[in-house]
């Protein structure tokens, strides 16, 4: 795979993830997702996801489609092809958790 030079949309780009990760909100749901958000079970997860009245449920949603968005971009070739360690090791760490639980997180939960 050729490896392209990052462009300065690519620059916009990181920089506009930046600024987000420092909103106070994504900063706190960050630090819950890194510091106590430990699911040992597909079960424990979807306690928090599939429940809109659980405190946490905003909380997942924002960190996990923010980390979407970088996965996205850096898979893509932006910003060097970079996700921060940290990120890269939760993704795993949930795909463990689908691996070992049965569930198949491609297949519509609802029908």
Not at 60 to 82: I, S
Request: glycine share 8%; proline share 5%; net charge neutral.
């Amino acid at each position: 795979m050729e490896r392209m030079l990052a462009t300065p949309a690519d620059a916009e780009i990181v920089l506009r993830l930046y600024e987000l990760r420092t909103e106070t909100v994504m900063r706190q749901a960050r630090a819950w997702m890194t510091g106590e958000f430990w699911p040992a079970t597909a079960e424990e997860f979807f306690a928090v996801a599939e429940n809109p009245a659980d405190p946490h449920n905003a909380w997942l949603r924002q960190v996990l489609t923010y980390w979407e968005m970088a996965a996205r971009c850096a898979a893509r070739g932006g910003f060097g092809g970079a996700v921060c360690g940290l990120q890269r090791r939760r993704i795993f760490h949930a795909g463990q958790v689908f691996a070992h639980s049965g569930r198949d997180p491609e297949k519509n939960r609802d029908s």
